[in-house]
């Protein structure tokens, strides 16, 4: 078994930052692709910013110069480092990963359990 656990979410007032924390655990093997989505009321999970298998990073164009991906291999673990946070970043934050429980098994994408992340003065 695998799991995926966010953490680091809250209110925030316009302007603030927050971090969040993503820890992979269980049957792990190796870790590809990580990354942070996020969903809004009535709106489509969108792909906020991630690793690629490459080892490169991705960002949304909302959130290109005030968001930070970075991750802790030794730990299994993704961070999300978010400044000036507006209200439309208003979601809930999930954490994906693309993980392989054994050398010879398949890579299979997982999902954390989210947290909510509110902008509002």
């Known amino acids: 078994q695998v799991q995926l656990v966010e953490s680091g979410g809250g209110l925030v007032q316009p302007g603030g930052s927050l971090r969040l924390s993503c820890a992979a655990s269980?049957?792990?093997?190796?870790?590809?692709?990580m990354g942070w989505y996020r969903q809004a009321p009535g709106k489509q999970r969108e792909l906020v910013a991630g690793?690629?298998?490459?080892?490169?990073?991705n960002y949304a164009d909302p959130v290109k110069g005030r968001f930070t991906i970075s991750r802790d291999n030794a730990k299994n673990m993704v961070y999300l480092q978010m400044n000036s946070l507006k209200p439309e970043d208003t979601a809930v934050y999930y954490c994906?990963?693309?993980?392989?429980?054994?050398?010879?098994?398949?890579?299979?994408?997982?999902w954390g359990q989210g947290t909510q992340v509110t902008v509002s003065s």
């Open positions: 690793f690629t298998t490459g080892g490169g990073t």
């Open positions: 269980g049957s792990i093997f190796s870790i590809a692709a």
């Open positions: 994906n990963a693309d993980i392989k429980s054994s050398w010879n098994s398949r890579w299979y994408a997982y």
